[in-house]
C-alpha cells in the first residue's frame, strides 16, 4: 500500500505557523503534493527540511535527505507554487507545461516519477490550475489557456499509460466543482468561476474522451460532497458549506488499485491550518 496526499496549503509559511508540520509528523504520506507554496524559494527550503525531518523522526525516511523533494516558483511573486514530497525513489522530475510562457501560469505542474516499493513506477503530477474571476475576462482567458495545455500532456499520459508504460495521477487544487454533488450551493454559484458550464466541460473530457478517473468520486459514489474548501468569509466552515476542488485523476489501472481515501478536515475552524482540507488515497499497487 501507498498513500497519496494533495493539500493547499494556503501558503506554506502560514501553514507553518498554524501547525501543518504536526500534520506531516502524523501522516508521513509516501507522496506529498503541495499547492499554493506563494514563497520565494530560500524561505521555502528550511520548511521543507523540517518536514523531512518530521519523516526521518517517525521512520519514513532513514535521515532528512532521504526525502525527495522538489518544488517550482512562481514567477510571479506571491502567487501559486506548487512542491512534491516523496518518501519513495524518484527516478525523473519535469517542471511545467509546454507552450506556457506566461509569468503567471508558472509554478503550477511539476511531475516526479516515483518507483513504488513493489517496483512499478507511477507518475505524480502537483497541480494547481487558476481560480479565475467571471468578472475578468483576462483571468478566465489564463485558466482556460492552462486548462487547454493540461488536455494535451494528460492525453500523453494517457497514451503512455494504455500502451504498458507508466500510470499516472494528477494530485491537486483544480478550481472546478465538476457536479451539483461537488458544491454545497450550485444554484446559487451557476455563474461564478469554478461551476460555469465551460470550466466543468474540461473534467468531462477528462473523464470520458482522457479516460482518466475521479479517484475520490469513484470511491465515495454519487453523495453530496465531502467536500475540500469552505470560504473563509462567514460561518462556511461550520455549517459546510462547501466546494470539491481538491481531486486525485488517475488513469484507470492505478484507479483500480484505490482502496480507500481521507479528507482530513480540521475538528474546528481554529485548528485548520488552510482553507483547504488534505485528501489522502491509499493504492494497493
Same mark, same amino acid.
Given at each position: 500500500?501507498?498513500?497519496?496526499?494533495?493539500?493547499?496549503?494556503?501558503?506554506?509559511?502560514?501553514? /507553518? /505557523?498554524?501547525?501543518?508540520?504536526?500534520?506531516?509528523?502524523?501522516?508521513?504520506?509516501?507522496?506529498?503534493?503541495?499547492?499554493?507554496?506563494?514563497?520565494?524559494?530560500?524561505?521555502?527550503?528550511?520548511?521543507? $527540511?523540517?518536514?523531512?525531518?518530521?519523516?526521518?523522526?517517525?521512520?519514513?525516511?532513514?535521515?532528512?535527505?532521504? +526525502?525527495?523533494?522538489?518544488?517550482?516558483?512562481? /514567477?510571479?511573486?506571491?502567487?501559486?507554487?506548487?512542491?512534491?514530497?516523496?518518501?519513495?525513489?524518484?527516478?525523473?522530475?519535469?517542471?511545467? +507545461?509546454?507552450?506556457?510562457?506566461?509569468?503567471?501560469?508558472?509554478?503550477?505542474?511539476?511531475?516526479?516519477?516515483?518507483?513504488?516499493?513493489?517496483?512499478?513506477?507511477?507518475?505524480?503530477?502537483?497541480?494547481?490550475?487558476?481560480? =479565475?474571476?467571471?468578472?475578468?475576462?483576462?483571468?478566465?482567458?489564463?485558466?482556460?489557456?492552462?486548462?487547454?495545455?493540461?488536455?494535451? /500532456?494528460?492525453?500523453?499520459?494517457?497514451?503512455?499509460?494504455?500502451?504498458? =508504460?507508466?500510470?499516472?495521477?494528477?494530485?491537486?487544487?483544480?478550481?472546478?466543482?465538476?457536479?451539483?454533488?461537488?458544491?454545497?450551493?450550485?444554484?446559487?454559484?451557476?455563474?461564478?468561476?469554478?461551476?460555469?458550464?465551460?470550466?466543468?466541460?474540461?473534467?468531462?473530457?477528462?473523464?470520458?474522451?482522457?479516460?482518466?478517473?475521479?479517484?475520490?468520486?469513484?470511491?465515495?459514489?454519487?453523495?453530496?460532497?465531502?467536500?475540500?474548501?469552505?470560504?473563509?468569509?462567514?460561518?462556511?466552515? $461550520?455549517?459546510?458549506?462547501?466546494?470539491?476542488? $481538491?481531486?486525485?485523476?488517475? %488513469?484507470?489501472?492505478?484507479?483500480?488499485?484505490?482502496?480507500?481515501?481521507?479528507? $482530513?478536515?480540521?475538528? %474546528?475552524?481554529?485548528?485548520?491550518?488552510?482553507?483547504?482540507?488534505?485528501?489522502?488515497?491509499?493504492?494497493?499497487?
Amino acid at each position: 500500500m501507498i498513500t497519496i496526499t494533495t493539500s493547499n496549503l494556503n501558503g506554506i509559511r502560514a501553514a /507553518r /505557523r498554524k501547525g501543518v508540520e504536526t500534520w506531516a509528523g502524523r501522516n508521513t504520506p509516501d507522496v506529498w503534493c503541495m499547492q499554493e507554496v506563494r514563497a520565494p524559494q530560500d524561505e521555502i527550503d528550511p520548511i521543507l $527540511d523540517s518536514f523531512a525531518f518530521e519523516y526521518a523522526t517517525h521512520g519514513r525516511v532513514n535521515d532528512p535527505s532521504g +526525502l525527495n523533494r522538489m518544488n517550482e516558483v512562481c /514567477r510571479v511573486k506571491g502567487r501559486a507554487g506548487v512542491g512534491l514530497l516523496s518518501a519513495l525513489p524518484v527516478t525523473q522530475r519535469r517542471y511545467g +507545461l509546454p507552450r506556457l510562457d506566461e509569468d503567471v501560469d508558472s509554478g503550477r505542474w511539476i511531475e516526479a516519477d516515483v518507483v513504488t516499493p513493489q517496483g512499478y513506477t507511477i507518475t505524480v503530477a502537483s497541480v494547481y490550475v487558476h481560480a =479565475g474571476n467571471a468578472d475578468d475576462p483576462v483571468k478566465m482567458a489564463q485558466k482556460y489557456r492552462f486548462l487547454d495545455a493540461m488536455l494535451i /500532456r494528460m492525453g500523453e499520459l494517457r497514451d503512455e499509460a494504455a500502451h504498458g =508504460g507508466r500510470q499516472a495521477v494528477l494530485c491537486g487544487d483544480f478550481n472546478i466543482a465538476h457536479t451539483p454533488l461537488d458544491i454545497k450551493n450550485a444554484k446559487a454559484n451557476e455563474k461564478h468561476a469554478g461551476f460555469l458550464p465551460a470550466e466543468r466541460a474540461y473534467v468531462d473530457r477528462w473523464l470520458g474522451e482522457l479516460e482518466f478517473v475521479d479517484v475520490m468520486r469513484d470511491l465515495a459514489g454519487d453523495i453530496q460532497g465531502p467536500y475540500t474548501w469552505w470560504s473563509q468569509r462567514g460561518r462556511a466552515f $461550520d455549517n459546510n458549506v462547501g466546494w470539491r476542488i $481538491d481531486y486525485q485523476f488517475a %488513469t484507470p489501472e492505478l484507479a483500480e488499485s484505490a482502496r480507500g481515501f481521507v479528507i $482530513d478536515k480540521a475538528p %474546528t475552524y481554529d485548528l485548520r491550518w488552510s482553507d483547504h482540507a488534505p485528501l489522502t488515497v491509499t493504492y494497493d499497487v
